[in-house]
């Protein structure tokens, strides 16, 4: 199981230099999406600006005023947590193929990102959802904000179990009726679904001022596309659906122009609408993605 | 088709359904789960058609092996139909019954036939193979199929009209006999019934020849010859013409007494003819003499009467006045001119009586003194009678049959009985119905006595039994006996198609009325006997002396000359063409073991060389 090296101090150490790559805005203005710091009360200097009146008198800089004889006010960043979800599919299709580990290679990269946040002394928590016997399934943990907290998600992790078709939508609309304010949210899936589905589940999640980033997990075997026989039954993890396919010789090529596909449909949508997408195919490139395509990508910092 | 072992298709069951088990595992295919079928939705692979069974060559190659084996294991056979020889045989089917001795101008229905039956022999190739059956009370191959066209003219011209009415089943068994023939010709005056030729045989191989045309015909239907002096005779007389026929009534006695009665019969009437009294009678034959009449064998008939000219004499002991009474007046109704006188045993005295009686009837006693030609015991007593042997005496009785009484037999519920140990000779006339005590025992029989005629009836007679309406076939089996007993010992009158048989122990020649000369082997009990199949007299020389039989001969539908249904079935195949459309054919079996056994090795021959395939590729190509 991947998730296990979550919690390997070797794979804690190399996360150790890498940090959630946050908006977090120098000031907060009206219409701009900031998260994190916000002006207010704080210790660390932001700016100046102009007395006006009825302006706090106490912040006026009166070292300022002595000596240029002008009325300034010092502005503070204020220091706000940012509430950091990590959302996984633990959907059936998950699961599949078997080989392939995906929800493990998941779940390995939610508890990476999460102890990146918890690092930034973040508020952080992870969230699985699937859809079982037509019912969205939620499971929250605990939120952590201090990296001595992390092993305590062991055990959420380790309770996750792949069953259940993918409801993106359902998923959103149900954490935004707990009305929590702005946050990061990584979305990990293998966004197997009606592409109506993630863009509908996007977009909600997106008005709702949350920064998201999406992380599209696949299998190395999934997405690369390999049949040995001619004549394949192949059957949905999820809606149980069998068909008989005959593949024809370029059928390797066909499914694997076929993933692209969906990946870049995916990920165009996650441009459009200025959300991050990031690429996770194949556990077995799991350094790479963390080290690499998660700071190019923005991902981390 | 069909199986000698049903029971075996079940292997036939088994093996295939674990065949097509087998063959479906191994064609399931191994489904491949995948996280969703939209990665695989762009493929533009087909989506194939689901189907149970694929065309597989090993899979039914093994399917048919299987299938052969179980196959013969169950004994597969095919019923075949093949011809039955390889010449042509012709069957030639006569009806010998009486009407087909009927006379016309141009010879009788017989003689009709017969040059029929000769043309198509003289017309047939010379291959052809001819067999003659007739058939009358029985079916008789006068002549095996043969190519020998003299034997078979000779078989032919054997052919003569018997004097009984041909029975049914006697045509069935003909038509049996004659069915391995290619073709058959039946020869009748009547045609048979469509139901019963289609039963028997195809109806499209016979052809069916209806002989003679409608004639007129007088018949003596019977004769009564009344009591020699005392009462008038009579003769039934019915007239089968269409017009009014004159004829002309002889009546003739062997005592030398001759009546002629003329007179005019009505169509289709029947007269009764009153004659006489005959004054002293014996055998009388009536006989009729008409112009015109077709049919002679319905012409005469014989009856026996006794003589009247010395007065008979009867004596009747029984301890019981009432059976006294009653046996008297059966004597009297059987013959009026006998002097009947009845005593109680008991109180009987021989030395007193002078009288010489030709019958003496002892019911319920034996009076060892007492000896007439005739001597009738009923129910003797327990210690027994003369030759006969009383084992026991039971309760009750049941009388089955009444064998050669020329009546249909009833069964009836007699009294008491004696049980009899008859002796070696003796004729039953009626035993009863068997039963787990004491078996069938003799009721009624003819003892073989010498010259002397004794009769035992073994059951009781008291209380009226004889007289009851209800015990008729009682009185008819007394009667019977008592006319057996007082005819004269070298005479009988019995009818035609009936079975007579008569004490000869070193055997005897019958000469029959045509002429025809037979000798008759005895049987174990010294009897021999004959069928009376013609009108007239028969006369059995046997060491012990001549007797003669008269057979009399009436049948109201043989005698109808008028009367011949169309044929039901009008289309007949042409004779050139029939023999060889419906050749003579049998049906056999024909079992497919070796067959299938070798369908079933060849399957998995060819099984083997499929699966092998590569390696004799290989070796043929390391041989090039």
Redesign the interface.
Known sequence: MLEARAFEPEFLGRLDRLALGIKRARTARVGQRTLGRIHGLGIEVENFKTYAEGDDLRFLDWNAFARLDDLLLRTYRATRQVEVTVLVDASA??A??RADD?LGFALLLGAALAYLGIGENDAVRMVSFAMHRGKLRLDRSAVYSRREMYPQLKPFINAIRPEGSTRLAAMAEQLLSERRPAGLMILLS?F?VDPSDYEDALTRLTIARHELKVVHVM?ER?SS?QFG?H?????????G????????ED?GE??R???E??AARLRDFCTRRGITYVRAFGAPNLDHILTSEFPRLGLVV | MGFLSPLNLLWLAGSLAVLVLIYLRSRA????????????????????Q?RMLRLDALFWLEAAALSALSLALAGLYLRVIEPVATHHTHALVFDLGAAMGAQDGHGSRLDQARAEALAIVARAPADTRFSVIGYALDADVMHAAGGDRSLTRAALANLHATAVAPRPAALKAALIRAREAAAIDLFTDRPPSPAMVADVLSPARLEVHLVGAAAENLALVSLDPGTPGIRKGHCVIRSFAQHPMGSTLIIESDHGERLSLPMVIEPEAEAVVPFGPLARGGLVHAHLATVGDALSADDDRWAYVAPGDAKSRALVLSPDPAVRDDLSRILLGINQNLTVAAFDPGQYRRASDAAAYELIVMHDCYLPGLDAPALLLIYPPAAGARDLTVTGTVGAVELEDRSASGTAGETLMLGRARELALPAGSVVLAHSAGNPAHGAIPLAAMVGNGGQHLGVIAFDVRNHLLMNPDDLEALLLTVELVKRLTAPANLRVVNTASYVTMAAPGGATLLEPDGNVRKLDADSSGQVGFMALDAGRYRLKAAAGDTSIYANYFDEQESDLAARPELASPTRPPPANRGSAAQAMTSGVMTLNAWLVALAMLGLLVESLLLTRDWWWRRVAYHV
């Open positions: 299709s998950m599949v193929p995906k293998d197997l299998g999934e596309g026989d004549v394949m039954r192949v059957r949905d993890s999820e809606s659906e069998v068909r008989e396919l005959a593949l024809g059928a066909r499914y122009r076929r993933v596909e969906l | 295919r191994l489904t491949v789960e995948v996280s969703s079928l939209m990665l695989f939705e762009e493929l533009g692979a087909p989506v194939i689901r």
